[in-house]
């Protein structure tokens, strides 16, 4: 029987990062300012789900659809830490007083994904499946 505290993992949100999401955004000294993000958990993941599901009836029988623009948008906001895009300046200079629409307005198309991107392989989405499976080869060794 393994050790029970080998399960006593840290919370995930508490995971952070530093990424370079536009060379636009630039610090006193020149240099591209980072975003700071952090992992989502299963729990958050699931909220976010949950407000992006569109509900509709088709012969009598209501339909979830996964509206993946306002999931993006959830999930952007909710794991971004730096710059805090509730911040009522950053709004107000990108002309609007919903903060889902802060990044889309301040990014283009591909660093937007970018960001989403870096947020999904932080949170375990993508890129760790190779890891689990030489961790997974090892232990059978």
Same mark, same amino acid.
């Given at each position: 029987?393994?050790?029970?505290?080998?399960?006593?993992?840290?919370?995930?949100?508490?995971?952070?990062?530093?990424?370079?999401?536009?060379?636009?955004?630039?610090?006193?000294?020149?240099?591209?300012?980072?975003?700071?993000?952090?992992?989502?958990?299963? =729990?958050?993941?699931?909220?976010?789900? #949950?407000?992006?599901?569109?509900? #509709?009836? =088709?012969?009598?029988?209501?339909?979830?659809?996964?509206?993946?623009?306002?999931?993006?948008?959830?999930?952007?906001? %909710? %794991?971004?830490?730096?710059? /805090?895009?509730?911040?009522? =300046?950053? &709004?107000?200079?990108?002309?609007?007083?919903?903060?889902? /629409?802060?990044?889309? #307005?301040?990014?283009?198309?591909?660093?937007?994904?970018?960001? &989403?991107?870096?947020? #999904?392989?932080?949170?375990?989405?993508?890129?760790?499946?190779?890891?689990?499976?030489?961790?997974?080869?090892?232990?059978?060794?």
């Amino acid at each position: 029987m393994g050790d029970i505290k080998a399960f006593l993992l840290p919370p995930v949100m508490e995971e952070t990062k530093e990424i370079i999401v536009t060379k636009r955004a630039k610090g006193p000294d020149g240099k591209p300012v980072p975003f700071v993000i952090r992992a989502i958990d299963q =729990e958050t993941n699931n909220r976010l789900i #949950r407000q992006a599901v569109k509900k #509709r009836k =088709e012969n009598g029988v209501i339909i979830r659809d996964l509206d993946d623009e306002k999931y993006n948008k959830l999930l952007v906001q %909710a %794991a971004v830490i730096e710059p /805090d895009l509730k911040n009522a =300046e950053l &709004c107000a200079h990108y002309k609007t007083i919903d903060p889902l /629409d802060v990044p889309v #307005r301040m990014l283009s198309a591909g660093e937007f994904q970018s960001l &989403c991107k870096a947020i #999904r392989e932080l949170s375990g989405f993508v890129g760790n499946d190779l890891e689990l499976e030489e961790a997974e080869e090892e232990l059978k060794n």
